[in-house]
């Protein structure tokens, strides 16, 4: 018995030995692949290499299978397949990933760029961690850089860790179904430039993303496939995708840790599915948005958690008085930007008229003027308000506004603390309804405005903290008017032709 009791320990110990001769650390330098021959060399090379502690780069001409690396079982820094660097694309003749099939870990990034005839990533079955970032294309970079083959994910079916950020950038990717395993990502998450990607299939069981997230031209109609979604970490962007109707999908979202920035889908109607949200840490941005007609579905976010508020340029906006808008302009937090909507929603003004108050003076600036009917209501809109914050642009090139012709309605402003901007202004002659304005805090700026034959209406106007900018108003004869400016805090520039 004791014998055999050695013999079994004797034995036990030769395979360990045997075990470590055969799996072992190494090139913690890293290695380099630029040709099909390195990798077919790569065991002979370096035999009982299995462990990579470097970076490994692969990027060549003819290389057509990574078959060489089938010994590689984890790499510990980035794993990058392709370049950023190669403008005609980086890997144009790898027609598979199979030869990876033993790899479980990267410690690292995976990167995976510019492989031209690449279809799906299958071949990475193995892999369930990456401790840095999931990278598919570089938008940093170049259009080649974005896998212009590659149809689907498939192969990383059973990845469960990603330790920073996800980005997909550009190509044809039509589905992600294989990021199933994933419950949550502590960076970003950046998908842009997929208008192939019509679902998000695949992120169903991510809870939390530790920071931004950010949908930019995609091809999704809903958000459905975010269902799970209840906190996002920094900002929240969706911008550019033309085929979203609807925010459905989002129903278990309740925190934004930063801004919730909504621009530019092009047949986005209402922003329906957001009920639940409740609380945003920075800003609420809601630009271009040409078929949006109402902001139902922001009503319960609390005005204590939005920065600076920002509503512009959505042509159809007409219904902005929703609950948390409302309470936000009795007690803003930061600066208001709000003009270009669809009358209704054109100015704060206009906004806290239909939720049942006057609106205070801004605290924090800014005041966009965009039609004459916003010049008349100026004063019922903002009731005492003299001294003005922040900066006041009185433009009048909007489509559908009624021209500016007159600032009467202005005539009891007496200071300006930032810049007060008069450009565009096709149908105003006179500048008459600034009488009372004696001061400005930074630039006055006065661009071309076609039908302006002078300044009269500044003549109680003493000082310019900024510059004074007089450019471009084609019928402007003289500048009398500012005969009572006593100082300029910086430059005067005056051009009276059209460049």
């Known amino acids: 018995m ?5 013999f079994i320990l004797f034995t036990l110990h030769l395979s360990l030995f045997t075990l470590h001769l055969s799996s072992q650390p190494c090139l913690p330098e890293g290695i380099t692949f630029t040709t099909q021959a390195e990798i077919d060399n790569f065991q002979t090379n370096y035999p009982n290499c299995t462990e990579i502690e470097g970076d490994v780069a692969i990027y060549g001409d003819d290389i057509t299978n990574l078959d060489g690396l089938s010994n590689v079982i984890t790499i510990g820094g980035t794993l990058q397949i392709g370049n950023n660097i190669n403008m005609s694309g980086a890997n144009p003749v790898l027609i598979s990933l199979e030869g990876l099939g033993n790899l479980c870990a990267v410690g690292g990034d995976l990167e995976i760029l510019g492989n031209d005839i690449l279809v799906d990533l299958s071949g990475l079955e193995s892999l369930t961690s990456i401790g840095g970032s999931l990278v598919i294309g570089d938008w940093w970079n170049t259009w080649p850089c974005a896998n212009l083959s590659l149809l689907s994910l498939d192969g990383l079916n059973n990845l469960s860790s990603v330790g920073d950020h996800i980005q997909i950038f550009g190509g044809i990717v039509e589905d992600i179904s294989a990021l199933f395993n994933l419950t949550s990502i502590n ?22 993303i530790g920071g931004h997230l950010t949908l930019f031209g995609l091809g999704m109609t809903n958000l459905s496939d975010l269902d799970n979604l209840s906190y ?9 995708n033309d085929s979203l109707i609807s925010l459905s999908g989002l129903a278990t979202l309740d925190s934004i840790g930063g801004t919730l920035h909504i621009s530019s889908n092009s047949i986005l109607e209402n922003l329906s599915g957001l009920e639940n949200l409740t609380f945003i840490g920075g800003s609420l941005e809601v630009l271009f948005n040409d ?9 319960n976010i609390d005005l204590a958690s939005i920065d600076n508020l920002e509503i512009r340029n959505n042509k159809l906006l007409s219904n902005c008085e929703v609950q948390s808008i409302c309470d936000y302009l009795v007690s803003p937090n930061g600066t208001i930007t709000i ?22 003076c801004l605290p924090f600036g800014n005041y966009y003027i965009t039609s004459q009917a916003e010049v008349d209501s100026f004063q019922s809109y903002y009731p005492g308000c003299t001294d003005l914050t922040g900066d006041v642009t009185i433009v009048g090139y909007l489509p559908g506004n009624t021209p500016i012709n007159n600032l009467n309605g202005l005539d009891i402003i007496s ?4 810049s007060l901007t008069i450009q565009y202004n096709d149908s105003l002659t006179s500048l008459a309804g600034l009488d009372s304005l004696i001061s400005i805090g930074g630039d006055l700026w006065i661009r071309e405005n076609v039908a302006l034959t002078g300044l009269a209406g500044l003549d109680f106007l003493t000082s310019i903290g900024g510059n004074l900018l007089i450019q471009e108003n084609v019928a402007l004869t003289n500048v009398t008017g500012l005969d009572s400016v006593t100082s300029i805090g910086g430059h005067f520039l005056l051009v009276t032709t059209m460049s």
């Not at 200071?415 to 930032?418: M, N, P």
Request: charged share 10%; glycine share 12%; net charge negative.
């Open 2 to 6: 004791k014998n055999l009791t050695l």
């Open 187 to 208: 960076g970003n998450v950046y998908m842009r430039y997929v208008p192939s990607l019509q679902s998000l299939d695949g992120l169903n069981n991510i809870s939390s």
């Open 415 to 418: 200071s300006v603390e930032g």
């Open 291 to 299: 078929t949006l007609t109402s902001l139902t579905g922001l009503d």
């Open 232 to 240: 996002i970490g920094s900002d929240f962007v969706l911008n550019n």
């Open 339 to 360: 003009y270009g909507n669809a009358p209704g929603c054109n100015s704060p003004g206009e906004i806290a008229n239909a939720c049942g108050f006057p609106m205070p």
